[in-house]
């Protein structure tokens, strides 16, 4: 290593390796000097603009001609400048693009030079990290040399720290090269420390702990890759807890704001009644100024209160700050601890499957474990995973499962192919999860008797039905699925499970039995007919019985009529449309007479009426999320949970109006006859429901029975 340090000293490195990127040159006089910049920048500005067009026409022509065109406009431009700095980080974009072109070292050699002569004229944060991903490329294309790897991840990490990189982006991007190459080039611990910097820049900067949920949501596609590969980093470094304490505070980062803003101040008020009232009003005038920010960029008091959001936010901090000072507070409104987490296992064994960038894992928690098992799965999985899903997607588009209504004759032709995917996520994913948990060493025909299983999945896992994994097409005695072996629920996040699990007993439990809110809509303005739903609740009243159930039907339904009946009501049942929104997520709505009935507004309901037991959606695609950010769970049903509810009932897509009364009637037969009523069996409910459909309509009939999911308690 001598030999090393000695090249890094000559390079300007301090013997800690790292990178001294040169400061700006000063004048030699001291004072800025006169540039004449009108009279230069009017000269040179024509030969930017050809330099400009001739590049843009490079990245579609590949010309050689285009490229040395613009570099020679560029180096005009550049001339005229009286500090020789004006088109220089173009000019090292020219020769590189160029070197990538031909091959010609001397141009690669030309770009170096440049960005070396324009880091000292410049603070500019793009050229910091030009120089590094030029000191990278060096190393992958020309020398291979390990001096120049060691110049690029020191390049990379002097980016973090410099004062010149001030905007988050650059800093995110340099954390997540400088970790990529402390990860593959030397160990996976020393990557630890910049995916930490790199998670904190995501949550604290990029997605923010109160900015405006729809906003904030957008920015969220860009860093789904980096939070991922960071679990995967924890994991190949052995450090688990690190690896699911990064996979929870990645996920469902805007529903965790909600969760936040709702969540109870019994405990602070107890100890400081003052605080917890100052939390609830700013809390309600976060909400509201939310909801002006939600709508149109035209609004007149939408910039007013997007400053009085930033202020409220701030004091919401100052009060957090203060609450956490006082004795049994400490962590009032914190993340949860994976220690804090492993209640959950209560409800049975939790599987946590990260879908990384070299390797998809399984994190698995147990009751009474203090240990989490960590299964690697097959190579298989990561290298086939965008496939099953992507011939998944071609099922249900082949099928016509869009909308609720009668199902399409084609479901005939989808049962192969999904049996396929079935058999493939069998095989790599849930066989060696269930193996390892030893769940195939018996089976029972009971939903009561079997183990419960709960999935928190990300990336492509997100949209897969894994509860429906299985062998089909063998003989009994080969045969297996996975509803054999277990009862399958899903849950968008860890801390979203738990939150439920502690109000378990607030809602639902004061009456011997609870009472129904259900609503129909067989003919929505401006939707499809939906007769069937009128037949789906007139199945449930026969169960639950008339004195138990408020039906409200057609017309009668209107988003004002609906919200006050939620609030007299543990359970809620919604037989519509819905149209969900993945880009402004809490605008996803279930379709009324008279519009939307939106997230948002049960948001806003449910920081007031406060938490309810069980909400059943049986309307279309309502556990389908955005696949560019699958962590979010944008759809309905994680909504639901996160507006307050304990346990949801969701379809991964459009059900059959013939379907739904069946599984509908038997769900609630099993929950008031079996369970007693008590909401957080409908996990089991739903298992022995769709047991019944299956058995109705056969077990290939997979489009039918298959989309029936629980989340939740």
Known sequence: MKGAKEILLQLG???????????????????????????????????????ERLRRRFFDTRSLDDI????????????????????????????????????????????MEHVQTALCLSTDDRLSRQYAELLLERYNTITNSPFDLILAMEAFRACLFHPGIGAVGPRLQAARA??????????????????????????????????????????????????????????????????????????????????????????????????ADDKERIVGELIKAEDVMAQSMMHPRRMQNAMQHDLLAQDLDKLLEKARKLPGLQRFL???????????????????????????????????????????????????LGHILTRFQRCLRGAGLRTRGSLASTLAGSSKPMGQILLALWKLVVEPIFQALNLMDSTTDSSRTLPRITWCVSGPFAFLPLHAAGIY????????????????????????????LVHRDIAGQARDRPSVFALSQPATPMQAPLPGTVAEIAAIRSVVGEDYITWLNGAEATTAT????????????????????????????????????????????SAISGRKALAVLSACQTATGDETVPEEAVHLAAGMLMTG????????????????PIVMSAFYKYLLDEAGGDSAQSAHALHYAVKQLREEVGEKSFMQWVPFIHMGI
């Not at 700006?24 to 603009?49: C, I, Q, S, V």
């Not at 063998?474 to 939150?499: D, F, Q």
């Not at 304990?646 to 379907?659: L, N």
Request: a negative charge.
């Open 562 to 605: 609906v919200l006050m009946h939620i609030d007299k009501h543990p359970w809620v049942h919604l037989a519509c449309h819905a149209v969900q929104d993945v880009k402004k997520p809490t605008q996803s709505a279930f379709m009324l007479q008279d519009g939307g009935l939106t997230l948002r507004m049960l948001m806003r309901r």
């Open 473 to 500: 097409d063998a003989p009994r005695s080969r045969s297996h699925k996975a509803y054999e072996y277990a009862v399958h629920s899903y849950t968008p996040s860890l801390s979203a499970l738990a939150e439920a």
């Open 178 to 275: 400088y970790a990529d190459l402390c990860w593959m080039y030397r160990d996976a611990a020393t990557s630890m420390r910049p995916f930490q910097l790199a998670i904190d820049m995501i949550l604290n900067d990029i997605a923010g702990p109160y900015g405006e949920v729809d906003s904030r949501y957008e920015s969220l596609a860009e860093v789904r890759s980096t939070l991922s590969a960071a679990v995967g980093a924890a994991l190949d470094a052995g450090e688990l807890t690190r690896a699911v304490e990064w996979f929870e505070r990645g996920r469902c980062v805007i529903w965790n704001h909600a969760l936040r803003l709702r969540a109870s101040v019994t405990e602070l008020r107890s100890i400081a009644p003052g605080l």
């Open 13 to 51: 490195m301090e013997p800690s390796g790292l990178v001294m990127i040169p400061s700006p040159r000063a004048p030699e006089d001291g004072r800025e000097p006169e540039d004449g910049r009108d009279d230069w920048y009017k000269t040179a500005n024509p030969h930017f603009l050809e330099a």
């Open 334 to 384: 914190s993340p949860k601890t994976t220690h804090e987490l492993r209640a959950i296992t209560v409800l049975g064994p939790v599987v946590v499957l990260n879908a990384g960038e070299h390797h998809c894992d399984a994190l698995i928690f147990q009751h009474g474990h203090e240990e989490m098992l960590h299964i690697t799965l097959p190579s298989q999985v990561h290298d086939g």
């Open 68 to 111: 040395s065109g613009a570099l020679s406009e560029y180096e005009r431009a550049n001339s005229y400048d009286p500090k020789g700095y004006y088109c220089l980080p173009l000019i090292v974009d020219g020769y590189t693009d160029r070197y990538r072109l031909t091959g010609d070292v001397s141009d690669f050699d030309f770009a």
């Open 645 to 660: 509810f304990q346990s949801v009932i969701a379809t991964m897509w459009s059900i059959g109006d013939k379907d739904a």
